[in-house]
């Protein structure tokens, strides 16, 4: 079975500030992993998605995040934090590609920037 | 294109009562899911399809129903809502090996 873990339930930077949200997943298979951000009573958008093409994916908004087979992980990173940036940030797993079978997502984590 | 559409917004029901979540894409995607998103427990697979007529438990399906007799629609049914069911409620779409695309939610309070 799949599982996502976050590290962290809030993360709190400075405006400019490098923004780092930890993920680690299992999975059985090499997986397919996403970033999403959910914006105040919105639903969630994809910042960017790992399939295997290359380990350090770049998504929107400034936002990269690297995927390690060895650490199992793929943490999400910013260089320079903007205040916009705030919202709860998901990491999640699927072993299908993302569609078939639905996502496997982590707790989240709630990133404040501090002004 | 509208993406994926979810009415209603909010609804309040008291225990017991029955209601259905509506969900529609126009994407003609394949695959469709329902989540609930509740504080602290991130997202949690309801039920999803795989394509019309097909339908498929996830992590909690107890007290949900689904139907999918068109690739454009995937409504959830709770049969006798129960407070444990205070959620918020998303559906998503997707096509084959590919990002899902998420509805706006539908806030839901069982008294």
């Known amino acids: 079975a799949q599982s996502v873990t976050q590290l962290g339930s809030h993360v709190s930077v400075s405006e400019g500030a490098l923004v780092l949200l930890r993920c680690n997943y299992s999975s059985s298979v090499p997986p397919y992993l996403f970033w999403y951000v959910q914006y105040p009573n919105q639903g969630l958008q994809l910042l960017l998605k790992y399939t295997s093409a290359a380990t350090l994916v770049k998504g929107i908004n400034g936002f990269e995040a690297e995927f390690k087979k060895s650490e199992t992980s793929f943490h999400l990173t910013k260089p320079s934090a903007h205040m916009s940036d705030a919202a709860e940030y998901f990491c999640a797993v699927s072993d299908s590609g993302g569609g078939a079978d639905g996502l496997t997502f982590g707790k989240g984590t709630h990133l404040i920037i501090q002004p | 294109n509208a993406g994926v559409t979810q009415t209603p917004k909010f609804q309040v029901l008291k225990t017991g009562q029955s209601m259905t979540l509506q969900c529609a894409q126009d994407m003609n995607h394949e695959y469709m899911s329902w989540y609930r998103q509740d504080p602290g427990m991130g997202l949690r697979l309801i039920h999803y399809?795989?394509?019309?007529?097909?339908?498929d438990q996830g992590e909690v399906p107890n007290g949900y129903n689904v139907s999918r007799s068109t690739t454009e629609d995937f409504p959830l049914r709770l049969l006798s809502a129960a407070p444990s069911q205070t959620s918020v409620y998303f559906c998503?779409?997707?096509?084959?090996?590919?990002?899902?695309?998420f509805g706006p939610g539908t806030r839901l309070t069982v008294l």
């Open positions: 399809s795989v394509g019309a007529g097909i339908t």
């Open positions: 998503a779409s997707s096509a084959s090996f590919n990002e899902q695309f």
